[in-house]
């Protein structure tokens, strides 16, 4: 079957890094996005990985590891408006997203 | 540009009543999707569209019906609504299906059937 692990939750310091790991299995494979959700919010697209190493986009940052079944976002110079959910989703051979439950970042000061 | 909007924004329904919500994007995208997002649970794909006048079934379509009458609409339909189907529903778009085109999404829409 096809299955998305994140953590479920995860809290850090404002100004400091963090690394959100995405492991998956899936029928196939399309390449890999990465979506923010804030809470009350509809999910928006930060990143697309479709082959391996590391994808760099301001303080914002994706890697991915075909091999592994392993992707990380790491979010540098954490900001508070980084409070969200972090949605990791694969896409499978049929171009469909297999979306994972999310990881709640909390941010503090 | 308003890119995708949903209608409503939420809404309280009585079980066994029916209720379609709207949703309409102006960025001439040929595919549609809507999604439901449960807690503690990954989006899941209710229905989708390939272009204008064909839809399809997703992970989740059992009780729900949708429509693609021409580009920028496609309304979500809820025949005879079960206490189960409280969510919160996304409408998304994308340029095309069968490809890594990003997927654009609404506001979405809050349901809560009692």
């Known amino acids: 079957g096809q299955n998305i692990d994140q953590p479920t939750e995860m809290t850090a310091t404002e100004g400091a890094i963090v690394q959100i790991n995405c492991t998956y299995q899936?029928?196939?494979?399309?390449?890999l996005f990465w979506y923010q959700q804030h809470a009350g919010e509809a999910p928006t697209f930060l990143s697309y990985?479709?082959l391996d190493g590391l994808e760099e986009k301001g303080r914002f940052s994706s890697f991915l590891s075909r091999s592994k079944g392993y992707s990380y976002l790491l979010l540098k110079e954490l900001q508070m408006k980084d409070s969200a959910s972090y949605l990791c989703?694969?896409?499978?051979?049929?171009?469909?997203?297999?979306w994972g439950a999310g990881t709640k970042l909390i941010i503090k000061p | 540009t308003a890119g995708i909007t949903q209608a409503p924004t939420s809404q309280i329904l009585a079980a066994g009543r029916s209720m379609t919500l709207r949703c309409t994007q102006d960025?001439?995208?040929?595919?549609m999707y809507w999604y439901r997002q449960d807690l503690g649970l990954g989006l899941r794909l209710i229905h989708y569209?390939?272009?204008?006048?064909?839809?399809g079934k997703g992970e989740v379509p059992d009780g729900y019906s949708v429509s693609r009458a021409n580009t920028d609409d496609f309304p979500l339909t809820l025949a005879s609504a079960v206490p189960s189907q409280t969510s919160v529903y996304f409408c998304?778009?994308?340029?095309?299906?069968?490809?890594?085109?990003?997927?654009?999404f609404g506001p979405g829409t809050r349901l809560t059937v009692l």
């Open positions: 998304a778009s994308s340029d095309s299906m069968g490809s890594t085109d990003t997927q654009y």
């Open positions: 899936t029928s196939g494979f399309n390449g």
């Open positions: 569209s390939n272009t204008a006048g064909t839809t």
């Open positions: 960025m001439r995208h040929n595919a």
């Open positions: 989703a694969p896409m499978d051979s049929n171009y469909q997203l297999i």
């Open positions: 990985n479709v």
